[in-house]
């Protein structure tokens, strides 16, 4: 009998130092990152002999822990992709970098010089404001290409961090695969917590999936499938490349035993913080760049082609404003050709220019050219295919139907077929536009053309609607401007000969044209005359309004010392609530849906403030379901200081109560050992 007691009573004593020994593991641990609640259960001996043998586990459900993986990697997506995005939010909701104030106070200067054409100092404000202008986009577009670079830095770092708990899961992976499965060497549970916190970790970065091997292997995938981490320790890595352009870096799956061998990943799926990261570039920081970049070229463009419209306070065809910037193509990696692409804005086009960047393949006999979206993908219905003889050559919209999205591309060297290249023409266009000229007298506030009628004429009708169109002598071989500040064999004299017919004769007195009306709305005069065809045309037009009487004459010429003149000045005014910007690549130029400048400033504020906005919204929620989730792991796998309390005293307990059947057993046994001497 006391035999028994002894057997029961040391399998007891044991027993629960072993459960004393598990507690006081769980209080010291209690700050441990990643350390998982432990619990050791017993079974009974047979025939009521005691505690039989006991097993430490761990508490964790492994439903509970992939949920909390999902939700750790969708919280860590939405605050990275808020906490970058508010950076980009308070620098264009901050009023002293306004564009929108720039562009306003440029054209504001316009019309204070309309006022007073000829004062100089007036002219000299547009150009302090057009250089203050520059300024504030520069300011902005270095400031989203610093956040660009920042991006850069931070996937460098989290591709790091990334690499590095891929490689030790897989160091774990072998330590915990060599103690194998069986009861003989049981795996330290140190090691499952290990693993644990380093596949927590890992869903940190991206999102990811779990499998378990047989041998006790954790074997780990992208939510998209590709596998980080597989049997016998092997694994892959996340490497960042940048094909063609390398300051676009691109997530790549590298093999660890083949360094060469690379795969895409889809971004989309990506998850964690590197997920978040590339969501906000390609969400707001791609976007940002390219409508800045399309708001400068388009609103520069626009200011120099009227500005070469109009005469200069030197009485000469006004010039550029602006010089706008060349860029180049980036050639893909897999290119089998010598080519090279270059490109600008074509003079003109600007209001051509989507917010886009662009794919140039070269095929057999010609190029083709595809829009693409902020994922790199090309839009369907954008293609502008244009047949190339030879190489070199530039190429424009008079190559592609009229469209080709306001480029002028030139290609040089010798292109395969089948080579492609990137091109963005936007992405660094804002901090490259320069002021073309410092000279207020270059501002052309005049209109080049004069019209008058004769005092003596009989009937009331005037010359009205003048429209200039074209001042470039090269493109105006027979009528127009043949000097910067004269209009061919001019000035022209107009003379009504009845019959609603006009006769057009240069000073000279040599025919120009006839103007036949079959009505008396005489409307552009010398398009009705047949003179502003492509081949002949003069580069402006006009119309004839009230009733001319037979012999009254007219007269068109060149405006020599118009220098109070502000009619060009006023289409520059103009230019402000004008619709110059493209939204997209498949809506025509100039079309309905087009918007004027602060429109396209407004609309790429909004877009910045409603997906900012959004994102915040989703880490609100990412945020609460994590913490649920938390909690629910928490409830069985994280230490609670009461529960391990309460046990440490049951436990104390149990161990005194064990300590006396030892006791008693002993008491026992001298009661035995006295009654047989």
Avoid: C, H
Wanted: net charge negative; glycine share 8%; no cysteine.
């Amino acid at each position: 009998m006391s035999d028994n007691l002894l057997r029961i009573g040391t399998s007891a004593i044991l027993a629960n130092s072993s459960l004393l020994n598990t507690t006081s593991n769980n209080i010291a641990n209690i700050n441990t990152e990643g350390y998982t609640r432990q619990r050791t259960e017993f079974e009974s001996q047979i025939l009521g002999l005691g505690v039989g043998r006991g097993t430490t586990e761990r508490l964790v459900s492994e439903f509970t822990q992939k949920q909390l993986r999902r939700d750790t990697s969708n919280y860590s997506f939405a605050q990275q992709y808020v906490t970058e995005a508010n950076r980009v939010d308070a620098l264009f909701s901050n009023p002293a970098n306004s564009i929108a104030t720039g562009v306003n106070d440029l054209f504001k200067q316009f019309q204070i010089a309309n006022n007073e054409p000829a004062t100089l100092a007036n002219r000299q404000l547009i150009i302090g404001s057009s250089q203050a202008l520059l300024d504030k986009f520069n300011t902005l577009s270095s400031l989203v290409l610093d956040q660009d670079n920042f991006v850069n830095q931070q996937l460098d770092i989290y591709t790091s961090e990334t690499n590095g708990y891929i490689k030790q899961i897989a160091d774990l992976n072998l330590q915990i695969a060599s103690f194998g499965t069986g009861a003989s060497r049981p795996i330290p549970l140190d090691l499952l917590d290990k693993r644990d916190l380093a596949i927590k970790n890992l869903s940190e970065m991206v999102d990811i999936r779990t499998l378990d091997a047989e041998n006790g292997e954790k074997l780990v995938f992208l939510a998209t499938g590709q596998s980080l981490v597989v049997e016998r320790g092997d694994f892959n890595l996340m490497s960042l490349r940048g094909d063609p352009d390398p300051t676009q870096r691109e997530l790549k799956l590298q093999l660890s035993t083949k360094k060469t061998v690379e795969r895409d990943i889809d971004i989309e799926a990506v998850g964690g913080k590197i997920g978040g990261l590339l969501a906000f570039r390609e969400g707001i920081l791609v976007p940002t760049q390219n409508r800045l970049g399309q708001l400068a070229l388009s609103m520069t463009d626009a200011l120099n082609t009227q500005n070469r419209l109009g005469m200069n306070l030197n009485g000469e065809i006004g010039g550029n404003l602006f010089t706008l910037p060349t860029s180049n193509g980036f050639a893909f990696s897999s290119n089998a050709g010598t080519g090279a692409v270059s490109m600008t804005i074509e003079p003109g086009k600007g209001n051509s220019l989507p917010p886009n960047d662009f794919i140039l393949t070269v095929e057999a006999g010609g190029v083709r050219l595809q829009a693409v979206d902020t994922k790199g993908q090309v839009i369907a219905g954008s293609d502008k295919v244009v047949p190339i003889g030879a190489y070199p050559i530039t190429i424009n919209s008079a190559d592609a139907s009229g469209d080709l999205y306001g480029l002028q591309i030139t290609l040089n060297g010798a292109p395969a077929v089948g080579d492609k290249f990137e091109l963005k023409p936007l992405s660094t266009a804002s901090r490259t536009i320069e002021m073309a000229t410092t000279r207020p007298e270059d501002i052309a506030l005049a209109s080049p053309i004069r019209t008058d009628f004769t005092v003596t004429n009989l009937g009331n009708a005037k010359v009205e609607g003048l429209n200039v169109t074209d001042t470039t002598p090269t493109t105006l071989p027979n009528y127009g401007f043949d000097t910067p500040s004269g209009l061919i064999n001019g000035p022209w004299t107009m003379t009504y000969v009845g019959a609603d017919t006009f006769s057009i004769v240069d000073n000279l007195g040599n025919p120009v044209a006839t103007a036949a009306f079959g009505s008396n709305q005489y409307q552009n005069v010398l398009a009705q005359a047949g003179i502003a065809q492509p081949s002949f045309a003069p580069g402006f037009d006009f119309s004839i309004t009230g009733i001319p009487a037979v012999g009254d004459t007219f007269t068109i010429g060149f405006n020599d010392g118009g220098f109070n003149d502000n009619r060009n000045g006023l289409q520059l005014s103009a230019l402000q609530t004008a619709k110059t910007t493209r939204l997209n690549p498949l809506s025509a130029p100039n079309s309905a849906n087009a918007v004027n400048f602060n429109q396209t400033y407004a609309d790429m504020v909004s877009l910045i403030g409603e997906r900012t906005n959004q994102g915040r919204n989703n880490e609100a929620a990412g945020k609460a379901l994590l913490e649920q989730t938390t909690a629910w792991y928490e409830s069985l796998s994280g230490v609670s200081l009461d529960e391990e309390a309460s046990n440490l005293v049951r436990f104390q307990q149990t161990y005194a109560a064990a300590a006396k059947i030892i006791s008693t057993s002993q008491t026992v046994f001298d009661t035995l050992l006295s009654a047989v001497r």
